[in-house]
């Protein structure tokens, strides 16, 4: 395709997007004066409804959205199953703890994930807003979609309801399957990864093999990879979950610091890969 033919397309979306105005501006100039009117009105038809669009979009703030979806979703993946747990409550606690929020966002949170517990509650008109505006933010919605699943993984596994909870969000946010799947399986190493290293260090030992391969899993790869694809993985990854990417992209500042645990758990996954690597060359 021609530069002119992209230069074309481009104007050609400008205009439908904006045809509102354009047709209602041009109209009212023809009425009062003329050709000349027809074109000065669609002008500045054009131009209001791109200011009024612009204001329309900076209302809806994208971290406001995020915020507000995570712990209702959160309320709603916890009741999936018909009770929640006290491990469930505990995991939304802890959650608002590392965000470290203030006592008037706490309540705020709380009251959002008592609104997501509701019977009546509909996933899809909370998702929605935010969704258009992260639609072209791949990272946002890994991020959203792994904290969903963390809160799924506080009791111990993930029942079929949560997993179709997390599926319903998976779908209004433009997530694919297989893409979900990966997810999934990386943050159920995620889980076994920081369990193990946790209570082998409480014990005094480490049941090497089993962590090592949950590492592998934290990265999504095989543990027969080459170096050079492990590293290129792993440096994805820290790009993605790069906190002030995502804090730029939409992501709630106050949310910052589950961004950096996120990086922090990579890292270790992949240091405890080169370490054993370097062992046993």
Do not use: W
């Amino acid at each position: 395709m021609s530069e002119s033919e992209v230069k074309g397309r481009k104007l050609g979306a400008t205009v439908y997007r904006y045809r509102t105005g354009i047709v209602i501006g041009g109209l009212f100039g023809l009425m009062t004066g003329g050709l000349p009117g027809l074109l000065f009105g669609g002008f500045i038809g054009f131009m209001l409804q791109r200011a009024l669009a612009a204001k329309v979009m900076a209302a809806l703030n994208p971290q406001k959205l995020f915020f507000e979806a995570t712990f209702s979703v959160m309320g709603k993946v916890a009741k999936a199953d018909g009770r929640v747990t006290e491990q469930e409550i505990t995991y939304a606690r802890e959650v608002m703890n590392r965000m470290n929020l203030s006592e008037e966002k706490r309540r705020e949170a709380i009251s959002l994930f008592s609104k997501g517990k509701e019977a009546d509650y509909d996933i899809g008109s909370t998702l929605a807003p935010l969704a258009r505006l992260i639609r072209f933010r791949p990272e946002v919605k890994q991020m959203f979609v792994e904290i969903q699943l963390q809160a799924a993984f506080a009791d111990g596994q993930v029942s079929q309801a949560e997993l179709m909870v997390v599926q319903d969000v998976c779908s209004t946010l433009q997530i694919s399957y297989q893409d979900l799947q990966q997810i999934l399986h990386r943050c159920r190493a995620e889980q076994a990864f920081n369990q193990q290293s946790y209570y082998g260090h409480q014990a005094g030992h480490v049941n090497e093999a089993e962590l090592l391969k949950e590492a592998y899993g934290v990265l999504g790869v095989d543990e027969n990879v080459e170096d050079a694809e492990l590293k290129r993985a792993y440096r994805k990854l820290m790009s993605q979950h790069h906190p002030d990417k995502l804090i730029a992209k939409g992501l709630p500042e106050e949310m910052m610091q589950l961004a950096k645990e996120k990086t922090q758990e990579l890292q270790a996954a992949y240091d405890r890969i080169r370490e054993y690597r370097k062992r046993n060359r």
